[in-house]
C-alpha cells in the first residue's frame, strides 16, 4: 500500500474535504460523517478489516493486555482497542510508521486522556507481538504522550452539601463514604459486610492491589449505620451499597446519578472522583497524612490530589543558640 502523505491519521481511502469525512473508492466519492468518530464507525461498517491487519493483532493481545486489570481499566481497554481497530481499520502491522500514530494523537487531541489510552494500548499491543514474534518492530517506541493538564477541581464544603441535598438516599451514603475513607468509588461500591472490622473497613484497591484499614470515626460508624438501615434488600446482602436483588451498583449509574444530583444543584464541572480530592485535601488541612489514606506509593501521585492553592501560614525559625544574646 503506497503511504498517505496527507491525512495520515486517516484510514485508507478516508479523506476530509468540505467539512465532512468522504470514503474514496474506484472513483465514487461516499460521504461517511462531519465528525471523525460517527465517521470511523461508518468507515468500519463498509469496508472488512484484514485478518492480519492491526485490529487483528489488537485483539488477539487483548486478553491479556485486561487480564488482571480493575473493572474500570478492563472497560476502557476494550472501549479504546474499538476505536484503534476503526483508526487502523486497514494497516498491517508492518505498515504502521511513528508519524501515523502522532496524526492519530493529534486526531485525538481534543481529547487528550483517550489519545493517550490509545497510544498505551498500541503499544501493549505491539510489545505483545513482538514477545510472541508476531511482529518485527515497534513504531510506538519513539511517540510521546500527549500533555495532559492535571484536574484542580476542589469541591467546596458547599457544593457538597448542594449536591448531596439533591441526592437520593443510597448515593448520600455513596457520597458520605468516598469522604469519609478518601477511597475510589469503585473500591466502595465494592465494600462487603465482612470487610467491616473491629478496627475499621478493610480495603483492597483495585487498582492498584495495596491494601489498608481506613479506621472508625464517629462520622464513619454513623455512615455505615445508614447504609444498613436504608438497605433496600435483606440484611444479608453481601454488599453495603447494593441493588435489591443483592448485587453492587454499577459504577457507571452511580456516576449518573451524581451528575444529575450536581445539574439539579446548579453545580457545574463536578465529577464523583472529585469527592476523593476534597478527602485528602480536607485530610491534609486536618494534619492527616493524605498519602496514607489515599493508598498511594508515591508522595507526587498524591500532590495531584491535593488541591487547596490557597496560601499556607508558615513559621519562621527561632534564634539558634550559637547567636550572640
Keep these: 500500500m503506497r503511504p498517505r502523505k496527507t491525512d495520515r491519521h486517516l484510514p485508507a481511502c478516508v479523506y476530509h474535504r468540505h467539512g465532512a469525512y468522504w470514503y474514496v473508492k474506484r472513483g465514487k466519492w461516499t460521504r461517511l460523517h462531519a465528525e471523525l468518530g460517527p465517521a470511523l464507525h461508518e468507515y468500519a461498517r463498509l469496508v472488512a478489516q484484514p485478518t492480519e491487519g492491526v485490529p487483528a493483532l489488537i485483539q488477539k493481545a487483548l486478553p491479556s493486555l485486561i487480564e488482571g486489570k480493575a473493572d474500570v481499566t478492563r472497560s476502557q481497554y476494550i472501549r479504546t482497542a474499538r476505536e484503534l481497530a476503526l483508526v487502523f481499520a486497514e494497516y498491517r502491522p ?68 448542594a449536591i448531596y441535598n439533591q441526592a437520593p438516599g443510597w448515593l448520600q451514603c455513596v457520597m458520605d463514604l468516598c469522604y469519609f475513607t478518601g477511597q475510589r468509588i469503585g473500591d466502595v461500591l465494592k465494600i462487603q459486610r465482612s470487610d467491616l472490622l473491629d478496627r475499621g473497613i ?88 493524605p498519602q496514607l489514606l489515599l493508598g498511594h506509593s508515591d508522595r507526587r501521585t498524591t500532590a495531584i490530589y491535593l488541591r487547596d492553592r490557597s496560601a499556607k501560614v508558615v513559621a519562621g525559625p527561632k534564634r539558634a543558640n550559637k547567636f550572640h544574646k
Design 202 to 289: 478493610n480495603f483492597v484497591q483495585q487498582k492498584t492491589g495495596k491494601r489498608l484499614i481506613v479506621g472508625w470515626t464517629e462520622e464513619l460508624r454513623a455512615v455505615v449505620e445508614r447504609c444498613k438501615r436504608d438497605d433496600p434488600g435483606a440484611a444479608s446482602l453481601t454488599y453495603l451499597i447494593a441493588t435489591r436483588n443483592g448485587t453492587p451498583r454499577a459504577h457507571k449509574n452511580v456516576w449518573k446519578a451524581f451528575k444529575v444530583a450536581a445539574r439539579s444543584a446548579g453545580i457545574e464541572n463536578a465529577t464523583l472522583h472529585d469527592i476523593r480530592a476534597m478527602s485528602g485535601t480536607e485530610a491534609d488541612q486536618q494534619g492527616i497524612d
Design 94 to 161: 508492518e505498515q504502521v510508521r511513528h508519524g501515523d500514530i502522532v496524526q492519530m494523537l493529534d486526531a485525538y487531541s481534543a481529547t487528550p486522556g483517550l489519545a493517550n489510552r490509545m497510544l498505551t494500548v498500541l503499544r501493549l499491543a505491539y510489545r505483545w507481538g513482538l514477545d510472541r514474534e508476531l511482529v518485527a518492530s515497534d513504531p510506538t517506541i519513539t511517540v510521546k504522550r500527549l500533555r495532559q493538564q492535571s484536574r484542580d477541581r476542589l469541591l467546596s464544603a458547599g457544593e457538597f452539601t
